[in-house]
Protein backbone atom coordinates (compact mmCIF):
# COMPACT_ATOMS: atom_id res chain seq x y z
CA UNK A 1 0.00 0.00 0.00
CA UNK A 2 1.45 3.43 -1.02
CA UNK A 3 0.95 5.72 2.19
CA UNK A 4 0.39 9.31 1.34
CA UNK A 5 -1.22 11.87 3.40
CA UNK A 6 -2.17 13.98 0.07
CA UNK A 7 -5.40 12.33 -0.88
CA UNK A 8 -8.91 13.58 0.16
CA UNK A 9 -11.02 11.07 1.61
CA UNK A 10 -13.85 10.59 3.50
CA UNK A 11 -13.24 7.38 5.68
CA UNK A 12 -10.48 6.70 7.49
CA UNK A 13 -7.34 4.25 6.21
CA UNK A 14 -7.26 1.03 8.77
CA UNK A 15 -3.45 0.18 9.04
CA UNK A 16 -2.70 -3.88 9.73
CA UNK A 17 0.26 -4.96 11.91
CA UNK A 18 2.20 -5.56 8.93
CA UNK A 19 1.38 -2.41 7.71
CA UNK A 20 2.78 -0.46 10.77
CA UNK A 21 6.38 -0.73 9.17
CA UNK A 22 5.75 1.36 6.11
CA UNK A 23 3.10 3.49 7.75
CA UNK A 24 6.24 4.73 9.86
CA UNK A 25 8.86 4.98 7.16
CA UNK A 26 6.41 7.29 5.17
CA UNK A 27 6.01 9.52 8.54
CA UNK A 28 9.73 9.46 8.81
CA UNK A 29 10.06 10.74 5.16
CA UNK A 30 7.69 13.86 6.02
CA UNK A 31 9.55 14.45 9.21
CA UNK A 32 7.67 13.35 12.08
CA UNK A 33 9.57 11.57 14.87
CA UNK A 34 8.82 9.81 18.23
CA UNK A 35 10.35 11.11 21.27
CA UNK A 36 9.75 8.50 24.61
CA UNK A 37 9.02 10.14 27.38
CA UNK A 38 8.36 9.83 31.22
CA UNK A 39 4.38 9.27 30.92
CA UNK A 40 4.46 7.70 27.10
CA UNK A 41 5.33 9.40 23.92
CA UNK A 42 4.85 12.94 21.96
CA UNK A 43 5.46 13.08 18.00
CA UNK A 44 7.20 15.73 16.65
CA UNK A 45 7.05 17.41 13.33
CA UNK A 46 10.89 18.93 12.92
CA UNK A 47 10.83 20.67 16.00
CA UNK A 48 7.37 21.33 17.17
CA UNK A 49 5.70 18.97 19.03
CA UNK A 50 1.96 17.48 16.55
CA UNK A 51 -1.09 15.41 18.34
CA UNK A 52 -2.05 11.84 17.59
CA UNK A 53 -4.76 13.67 16.25
CA UNK A 54 -2.87 15.99 13.79
CA UNK A 55 -1.60 13.09 12.55
CA UNK A 56 -4.79 10.93 12.23
CA UNK A 57 -6.33 13.53 9.94
CA UNK A 58 -3.42 14.55 8.08
CA UNK A 59 -3.22 10.60 7.07
CA UNK A 60 -6.71 9.80 6.80
CA UNK A 61 -6.01 7.02 9.56
CA UNK A 62 -7.88 6.66 12.78
CA UNK A 63 -6.22 8.03 15.98
CA UNK A 64 -6.22 4.86 17.41
CA UNK A 65 -4.15 3.63 14.52
CA UNK A 66 -1.48 6.54 15.58
CA UNK A 67 -1.76 5.11 19.18
CA UNK A 68 -1.13 1.61 17.64
CA UNK A 69 2.49 2.50 15.61
CA UNK A 70 3.78 5.10 18.65
CA UNK A 71 3.09 2.03 21.08
CA UNK A 72 4.68 -1.11 18.39
CA UNK A 73 8.02 1.46 18.28
CA UNK A 74 7.95 1.73 21.70
CA UNK A 75 8.01 -1.59 22.54
CA UNK A 76 11.33 -2.21 19.69
CA UNK A 77 9.60 -2.46 16.26
CA UNK A 78 10.57 -0.93 13.51
CA UNK A 79 13.79 0.50 13.26
CA UNK A 80 13.24 3.33 15.95
CA UNK A 81 16.60 4.95 17.01
CA UNK A 82 15.96 6.18 20.84
CA UNK A 83 17.74 9.11 21.72
Known amino acids: MEWSGRTRKLINRQVTKK ?3 S ?3 ALEEDGVWLKPTKTGYTFYAGQYK ?3 KAISEAWYVSENAVRRLAI ?3 EGNGDFEWE
Open 72 to 74: WLL
Open 19 to 21: QLS
Open 23 to 25: FWH
Open 50 to 52: ISV
